[in-house]
DNA sequence: GATCGAGATTGGAGCGCTCTATTGAGTAGA
DNA sequence: TCTACTCAATAGAGCGCTCCAATCTCGATC
C-alpha cells in the first residue's frame, strides 16, 4: 500500500479512500491510484482492514453435516446472499457431537465474523445463547425461543397439509401416514397430517416408520399383513422420500400397482424423486431460499435494523410427479 | 489482551507466550494469565494474531458446485484434515462460470490463505497459475501440469478396469459401457474399460450415452432394438450412477432380469446405489480421502517440505451390491 | 486582492496481536 | 563473593490498514 502511495505520489490515506469507493476523491488521484495499484499488484489485505476498521466482513457457518444435501442446498443459498452483500463465510463442521460444535464454534468466533449461521446445531441450547451475546446468530433447522437468535426453518406443518390436501382432492379418503418417528422434522409433518385430515372429517392412520426406504418397505409389510381389502388405504404420505421409495417397494411387492391402486407422496424432493423410473409425488423445500432468508435476516441484525428476534418459517411447495392419481373406483 | 495482562500481573507478551503454548512460560504465570483469561472471558483474535504473525491459518476453497454430493462430500474431507492442523475454510463458490470463479478467488485471495484448493473449476489456466504466484494450490477433480500447481483426482482408469474385471472374472464375455460423452470423468472411464476388455482379448463395445437416467434408458432401448438374442451383451457397465439405474429401468421393461439376464455396475456410489430396492453394485470414489489428501498435500507446500508439483490419484473401490451375478448358461 | 468555505488530501494514532532484542532473576562453578 | 550462564519475563516496534482531525487548494464572493 505504502509504495502504491509512493508510485501514485499521493499518502496511504488516499490510496485507502480510492479502495473503499469513497465519493470525495477526484478523477485524476483516482485514476493514478488504480493504475499503481495494478502496476504493482496490489490488492487490500482483507485482514489489516478488518482489524483497523473493526468491521468484519466475515459470516462464520456451523453445519452439523455437510454431506446431507440438504446442507449443501443451504450452504448454496448462503454463498449466494453473502456474496452478493459483500461477505464470505468461514465453514467448520461440527460432525454431529455437542463438544466438537462447541470447540468449532470458539474457533469460528474467533475470527469476530459479523454474524454466525448455524445449521442444525446439536450444540447445548447454552452455548448458542453464549454465542448469541457475542454476535449476531441465525439458526436454520432448529428452533429457539432465545431473545437475541432468530430462526428460519421449513413449515412442515403445511408442507404435510399441502401433501394430504392434494390426495384428498383427488378424492382419496383412505391416506395414511409413514412417521418418521424421533427425527426432527417428523413432528411437524405428523401434526400436518392430522390438521389436513381432521380440516377433511377423515380418520388419521399413523403407521411407525422411519426416515429411511428399508423402514419404508417394512411399515408396509406390516400394514399389509393386517389389514383387508376394503381396509388399505389408497394413498400413503410418507415422512420422507426415502421411506416413500421403500413403501413403494413393498406395495409393488404385493401386487399392487403405484399410483393406480395406492397414490404415494414423498418428503424433500431429492435427486432420487427426479429419476424418471421413480417419479415421485414429494414436497419441496425451498433450501437454497433458507439459505438465501438466513443471511438477510442475519444481516439486518448486524447492520442494527432490527433487535427483537424474527421467526422466518419458509412454505414449503408440492411436486407433483407420477406416483399419485385418484383413487381407483372414484369416478 | 492488555486487561488480561493486567489482572494476571503480567505484560502482554506473556499471555501471547501463554496462548501459543510456548514452553518458556513457568507453570504459576501460564496458570495466573489462564485464570484472568477465564474471568474476563477474552479469546484471542484470529484476524490480528494473522496480521502480525505474518501466518495464516485460512485456507482458501473455491468449489464449482456444492450441490454435487460429490464435492460437499469432498469438502467434509476438506474440513475434517484442516480442522485438525488449525487451519479454517473459507468457502467460496463460482456457479460454474469463469468471470464469477475469478472473482471469488481474488476475494479468497485478500485473505491471505496458506494456500487455495480449487474443486473442479472452470477457471482459466492462466488465472489458477496466477493464483500459484502467489500462494500454494491444490487442485481436486482437475488436471494441471503447471509447475506450481499440485492435484487430485480419482484414479476413473482404474476404477472402470475394477469393474470390468469384476464382470469378467463372473464370467461374463459381451460387456458394454454406457458411455458418459462429454462428462469430465467419461474420457478416463471409457479408458479403463477399453484396457480390460483388451487386457483379457475381448471386443469392446461402447453405446453413446450421458450421465443422466433417461440417457442410460434410451442408450439400451437403441441397444435392444437393434441386436439380437445371442448379440445381446450379458453386462453393461454404465458411465455413473444415474445412468445405470435409467439402463436397468429399459432392461425390466423390455422383459430383461437384472442381474440374472444382464448384470449391471454403475460409477460414483451415490446414495441412490445404497437404496435396498436399487443395490447397485457400482464404483466407489474415496471422496472425503481425496479432500484429505488434498489438505495435506497442501500444507506440505505450505511448510516448504516439497516444491515440486505432486499428482495424487486415488485408487477407487468396487463395491459389490446386489445387480451383477454369473451370466446364465455359464457353470 | 483578501477572505471564505467546501472539497480534496494528509499525518499519525491505533486496531490486537507477535517477535526480536533486552533485562531480570536465579543458579552453579570457581 | 564474584562471574558466567540459563531461563523467564518484558519493552517496544511493527503487521497493513482505517479514521479522525488537521491542513491544503482553489474557485467564488465581496
Redesign the interface.
Known sequence: MEDVAARAGVSRALVSLVFNDSPKVSERRRAAVLAAAAELGY??????K??ASRTST?LG?LVSD??N?F???V??GL??AA?QAGF??????G?RSPAREAD?L???????PAGVVLLSPVLAASAIAAAARRVPVVLVSRGSRQPGVDTVNDDGVSGARLAVEHLISLGHRRIAHLDGGTATAAAARRKGYRQAMAAHDLPARVLPSEHT??AG?KAVRALLGTVEGDDVPTALFAGND?NA??AI?ALEEAGLRVPEDVSVVGYDN???AA???VSLTTVDQPRMEMGRLAVETLLERVRGERAEPVRQLLRPTLVVRGTTCPPSGSD
Open positions: 490488492q487490500p489485505h482483507a485482514m489489516a478488518a482489524l466475515v457457518v455437510l454431506r444435501t446442507f449443501a442446498d450452504i448454496e454463498d449466494g456474496t464470505e463465510l468461514v465453514l467448520n463442521t460432525s468449532a470458539r474457533r469460528l468466533l474467533s475470527f469476530r426406504d428399508t418397505e426415502f421409495f421403500g417397494s431429492t435427486s432420487l429419476l424418471r423410473r
